[in-house]
């Protein structure tokens, strides 16, 4: 099956630093989203990005589908971002396949 | 109001039991998800539901039984509860023909005494 790899495993931050969060997989895909599993467990929807740019607050993310990689930018960090953020994707098997396989996350801390 | 609501939100009960969680969505959405999250956190898919038909069962074992009344169902039965299947459980809904986003409950942490 396909594979999802997210770097950094860890990462610690001072609130107010920009950090860069890397997704890559590998075969092509049709969905990429990208998940913020806050302190209560929640999984929080941030982007569906397969390919492309998009912006939301201090959060953008791009896909270069062509090169099997994604990345999530978090701009001006706050203790709030605190969590694991999570890749998923959802592979072109030319089929029904419907389901995300996820990579295994990034855990960052944000310290006030 | 919430889009995908799972009941309950914790679930404690003793090996051998018999157990169930619910999920409904208002999206209407045609597909549906069970995930489970384990003590590392690494979310796998187990099931997926299209139109009430299911899609794919992950390999997982015969004790968990998924059943679709409707498109906006989608509950997880589990027999015969055993230690290893403390975790969290995700139930998730998109639009049908894959591909499309998915959206996720709350989860219900399952611990098993």
């Known amino acids: 099956g396909i594979q999802v790899e997210q770097s950094p495993p860890d990462l610690i931050l001072q609130e107010g630093a920009n950090s860069t969060l890397r997704c890559n997989f590998s075969d092509s895909v049709n969905n990429l989203q990208w998940f913020h599993q806050n302190p209560w467990g929640q999984l929080i929807n941030l982007f569906y990005?397969?390919?492309g740019t998009k912006q939301n607050g201090r959060l953008s993310a791009t896909t270069v589908a062509t090169e099997r990689y994604s990345l999530l930018y978090i701009s001006s960090s706050q203790t709030t971002d605190s969590g694991v953020y999570f890749c998923?994707?959802?592979?072109?098997?030319?089929?029904?396949?419907?389901?995300?396989?996820f990579g295994k996350g990034t855990l960052l801390t944000v310290n006030p | 109001d919430t889009a995908v609501s799972q009941t309950p939100k914790y679930l404690v009960t003793q090996m051998g039991n018999d157990k169930s969680i619910k999920c409904e969505q208002n999206?209407?959405?045609?597909?549906m998800y069970w995930y489970k999250q384990d003590s590392k956190k690494f979310l796998k898919i187990m099931f997926s539901?299209?139109?009430?038909?299911?899609?794919i069962n992950e390999t997982v074992p015969n004790r968990f039984s998924p059943k679709s009344p409707d498109k906006a169902h989608l509950n997880l039965h589990i027999n015969s509860l055993e230690l290893g299947d403390s975790a969290v459980y995700f139930c998730?809904?998109?639009?049908?023909?894959?591909?499309?986003?998915?959206?996720f409950g709350d989860g219900t942490r399952l611990s098993i005494l």
């Open positions: 539901y299209n139109n009430k038909e299911l899609i």
């Open positions: 998730a809904s998109s639009q049908s023909g894959g591909f499309q986003p998915q959206h």
């Open positions: 990005i397969p390919s």
């Open positions: 999206l209407g959405h045609d597909t």
């Open positions: 998923a994707v959802e592979r072109n098997s030319g089929g029904s396949n419907y389901k995300l396989t």
